[in-house]
């Protein structure tokens, strides 16, 4: 026991530090776009992160999560935009100012992100197993079409915003130093993640997951304990949006997809569920592959396709699972 | 009498962990055996391994002289092993009725003939399977098993749960079914009424056979020594 | 009158729904299996029957090649792939079915390109017919009513009358046990996932007659599928049934109905507008309430 | 040192046919043109029609590999995502296709160029044709997005009877007998409407087999030569506006249909003929200018100094195209359908928005 | 709340009512459980004890009656509440978290029994007011050495003991067991009757079961229930001279 826990936890070093190291080799290679992919893995690891403690550990099986994650760029997107153009966001009940600076917006974007996943959260968990991820869907399938058709911030043609947001002391702008920022935030919500999972609420948590019915039995309310895991899956998921955002300096409904929701759900099972960093290894592998297959043929999904089914079939328990060499219930 | 069930120094794993380490078994046509031990001592996993649910990692196990190792699970049923697991596993969403149906084969244990055995059944014949009481249950996997029509009846644990009643209405007829010529395998604690009906019994102790022989030999020192009374 | 044609537009967009759902349910409802790759065998039923129909003329030789097209689609994933799912995690399932989206979607690209494929109507099932009431109406809007009450049919006699059906629902309760008992369930589940496969196929080819059919024709089928299975709850073919008429009348008439009632109170192009955002929204909105009270669906028996 | 040029555009899933196009009418030019065409270096990725996906490669194009020219976006919520950012980065965009009003208006931008048209255009035009072919009333649909709302705003523009009715549909709506249904209740003389790709064939086939048979006017995206084998006989006889088609009669024309068929076995269409003329458009600045002159190269682009497919052309104070729209009739031509001109719509037209653009 | 005097009831159950469909699960149901005592709950299968139980603990809603528990009313609180007051019950079927061990299964009890799990920080692993309570009862229940093992991988006897000792890990004020003697094995079985004689004096149990060794062994006070209705209750004397009782329910080996 004692052994697997420091071989997981040498895995999740290794793989922080692969990323973090090629990015820095990118850099120093003078690759700019290699870092800008590294990036991209690290906000999308970072949502699968936030997705995984909902999916993995808690058993909620959200198909609507990309509503978080675009909440928290839209979130960005709005008060960079109002902060370029001097205008308020909005005067009733108070007074919302723009904003550019990321430590800032983080804060808002995950709080507005958190108000959504409480709502979302509230009335979904009165369902479980398919019927949970077919409400989440439905919940973010509504905001779709609501930002789609919504004209004030560029319906389907989404919102840009030109410039990225600033943080005390670095230039956003340069891609190693952005990917320094979204690295670390990823490394916080690991952190987060690890402790959370181990300690008695993690517990609660993953046995609610298992058996309901005992759960309730041992005096635990698994409807409070699923809700604040939503709402804290929610928060880092839009976290990761607001980092999105700023990564593309763009916003659009694309965000809020299901197709979203979808692909970051294959980040975490590709990865591994409920594995530390198995979102990490799934999202950067997959982000990967799009990039050297895209290269390869017209017709480079179809391969993509080929290669997910392969592990699927022969590497149960994600990638995370062919190092670890058990399966996800071993 | 030819030799219906023939297990050798069978050995079985649960992924890394073994569980079986060398199980000998003999049930002849028409005889009762029965497996015993304390708890995980291995019952349950010698009857997975010859119902196929598991593979065996060694030893020979031999059904009316076939090997099964070949075989898969559907096939070892259909050459007439009937089984009722421990723990019941009846079909939740699916009524009584569609529970004793759904694997139904040909020969004299039909509907009339389990209801006549469990009136109860006869009762609850719409209900589904998920809401019925313990004991309900534990009457369905049998009659589910027998309707299968098995020349090898497989009992684990079958009277955990029933009332008392009940359980002499079972163990009358498991008596009745060995002398229709049945051959039964089966594990119970009851120790008087295994002794009311088996020939022979098979002692497991941390998955291997220690002992084996007829059912007038298991003296008090061995049930004191491997099962703890 | 107005009303009239509308209401049997939305019970006619209900029928192609459930024509839609019927594989979806099989597979998903009753085998407890998640394919999202059903919308890429609902356009490979389309794409076969585009491809024979201009092969041979013929719209009903293309009509039983999409069946076989799909229900050989079908089984072969299912013995290539599904097969050695069973046993994990429904999310393998997940992954499993997407990887095999991304596999049909361009594999039919690159069989027949890029731009979408000519398929019509034969011309005994095209143009209008004039119902009781002086209502004209397309002939193959109501083939596709029948087409759909037969399906629904013969999928609840399959499931709930026959064997074969219960035998089924067996193994998605309890897979180990059922081959236990002598059901050779492996061979079982190919033939239903390839009949699923077949009706996804038919589907395709009757409604992308009507529709267009074209690489991505199948997704938002998929998840308009699950939306009608999940709101008449998993398992049931009646609630298969239910949910989506329930949904073909909200969709319909929330469409034909809520800009009107919009422009009482906004000017009216705002009113269009914002009743088409919210039409656009209504199905879900209909799935979220029925599941927030209603938690295992309107006729689901699981929760 | 041949000028590097970038094309982003939609090569995988449901949308490619129309990348597909864009890409081969643009490889096609600069084959055509010979030694000259070597004179540009070309990428290509694709945008699988993400908007993000878009951004990025625009992000790789700029900053990897060093393009000094952008072009081959098809959708407009593409070109608003990728656009505005890479011509803040110096670089020149050529839109082969998609152009969104914001960057005909108040966001021109003077390395930005449309070689296509501005978005609202065929639509005016079709309202202007509406108004001349005396049509009274109308009912108007389209999508429920911005490019639909532009599309209804663009043909009300020039339309001058009445609308008695106007529907926003579902983006991605497949079924269109509740709006048949009400097609059939107007007192209508006429449908317009704006439903491109597979919503366009959907509605065609649905509402020929309606038997409602009042006559249908729409831009020339549903029966663009990609989709209108497509829809088939239901689409015979419609009337819509483009700027070209494949018969009009000029020697570029010509020539690009011919070669177009000949190297790729089907008939081009408005996409592939609108990044042929970017293309040309390109290799004409190429030759007069450095890219490196950002200046000089900005000024012979504007000339718009080439053969375009579709005769006249030039570029307006936004720097789209001022130039003439047709009414397009569907016919059959042997097997296949195709598009003939029937008459002009408009003339030397440029766009609603370039008085607000301050360049 | 007031404190409950000597020998008041600890549980009282009055007139309780659940019909499924057109079955009566229980029918008019009054029951008590003092303290210090073992209350049997025997009867035919399907007479409803477990529909008892499940409305006891608040796993479903009585169509009539009301249960107090320590003098207070609980007929509107939920499961869980009920069970942090101090109601444990124990499952016909094991229910276990089947991927943890058995001492995760345990500290569960320990975390949830306790209204503390809405912790996030500390490791619950190495929270010694977790595992060393739960150990004991591990040990208390016959599974010594078996903590490191997943729940998955226990055998069906060993996952009766887990049942037994989550329940003990509870420290409720009362205990509902529903037969926990099924599945045990002798030795365990011996075992266990011997720990529920001693428990008794932490807190009464009211004890579902079918094996007649152990009821007779252990029972204070014996009720019967026949199609939902209590048609006996008295001492084990009582109740084995009960002709009615050895008819439908104990058979002629009684
Ligand atoms: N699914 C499983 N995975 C891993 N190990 C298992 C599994 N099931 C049982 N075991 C182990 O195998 C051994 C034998 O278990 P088995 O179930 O055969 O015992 P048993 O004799 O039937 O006991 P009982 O009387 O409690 O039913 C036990 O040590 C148990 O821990
Ligand atoms: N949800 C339900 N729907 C319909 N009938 C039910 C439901 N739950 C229980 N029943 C029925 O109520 C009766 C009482 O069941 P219960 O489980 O309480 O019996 P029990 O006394 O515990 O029996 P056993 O000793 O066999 O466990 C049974 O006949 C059962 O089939
Ligand atoms: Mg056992
Ligand atoms: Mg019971």
Redesign the interface.
Known sequence: MRETLNRDTAINLAILALLVATAVAAHLLGEGFAVTLATKAAIFGLAGVGLNLALGYGGLISFGHAAFFGIGGYVTAILASHAAAGTPVATLPFTVMGSNEMLGIWPMAMLAAGLAALAIGALSLRTSGVYFIMVTLAFAQMLYYFAISWPRYGGEDGLSFYVRNSFPGLNTFAPIQYFAICATLLAVALAFTAVVTQSRFGLALQAARQNSQRTVAVGIRPYAIRLTAFVLSGMIVGLAGSLYADLNRFVSPAMLSWHMSGEIMVFVILGGVGRLCGPVAGAAIFILLEHVLGGISDYWQALLGLLLLGIVLFAPGGLIGIVTKRGRHA | MTRLLELRDVTASYGPVQALFGITLDLDQGEVVALMGRNGMGKTTTIRCISRLMPHSGGSLRLAGRDVAGLSAPKVARLGVGLVPEGRRCFAPLTVAENLTVAARPGPWDMARVCALFPRLQERMGQVARTLSGGEQQMLAIGRALMTNPRLLVLDEATEGLAPVVRQEIWAGVRRLKSEGLSILLVDKSLSEIASVADRAVIVERGATVWQGGIADLTADLTDRYLGV | MLLAEQALNGLQYGMMLFLMAAGLTLVFGVMGLINLAHGSLYMTGAFACAAVAAATGSFWLGLVASLAAAAAAGALVEIAVIRRLYARDHLDQVLATFALILVFSEGTRWLFGSFPLYLKLPGSLSGAVVLPGGLHYPLFRLVIIGFGAAVALGLWWLITRTRLGIRIRAGEADREMIGALGVDIARLYTIVFALGAALAGLAGALVGTIQSVQVGMGEPVLILAFVVVVIGGIGSIKGAFIGALLVGMTDTLGKALLPGLLSRVLDASSANTVGASLASVLIYVLMAVVLILRPQGLFGARA | EPVKVGMITT???????L??DTRDGFLLALKNAGDAGKQVELVI??DQQ???VA??IA??MI??EQVDVLTGIVW??LA??VV??AV?QDKFYLSTNAA?S?LAGAGCNPKYFSVSYQNDNLHEAAGAHATDAGIGKVFIMAP????G?DSLAGFKRYYKGEVVS???????Q??Y???I??I??SDADAVFFFLP???G??FM??YA???VGKPVIGPAFSFSQ??L??????ALGVRNTAQWSKDLDNEANKAFVETFQAEYGRLPSLYAAQAYDTANLLLSAVAKADVGDADAFRAALAEADFPSVRGKFRFGPNQHPIQDYYVREVVREGEVLTNKIIGPAMADHGDAYAEQCKM | MPEPKLNEPILEIRGLRKAFGALLATDDVSLDLRPGEIHALIGPNGAGKSTLIKQIVGEIRPDAGSIRFEGQVIDGLGAAARARLGLARSFQVSSVIPDFTVLQNVMLAVAGASGTVFRFHLPALADRKLTEPALFHIEQAGLAGRHLVPAARLSHGERRKLEIAMALALRPRAFLLDEPMAGMGLEGGRQLTAILSELRNEAPILLVEHDMDAVFALADRISVLVYGRVIATGSVAEIRANPEVRRSYLGEDA
Do not use: C, F, H, W
């Open positions: 090569l995988s899933g449901g949308g490619a046919g990348g597909v990725e694709d993400k908007p993000d951004v990025q992000d790789k900053q990897s407009s919520n608003m995502a505005p950012a803040a969104p914001q429920n997005y911005p490019a709302q106007e529907i926003y549909t579902q983006v991605g497949t079924d007998a509740g709006e249904a009400q059939r209740a790709g597979g919503m064939i959907a086939k649905q087999e309606s038997g990609d989709i084998p497509a829809v088939g006989d239901a």
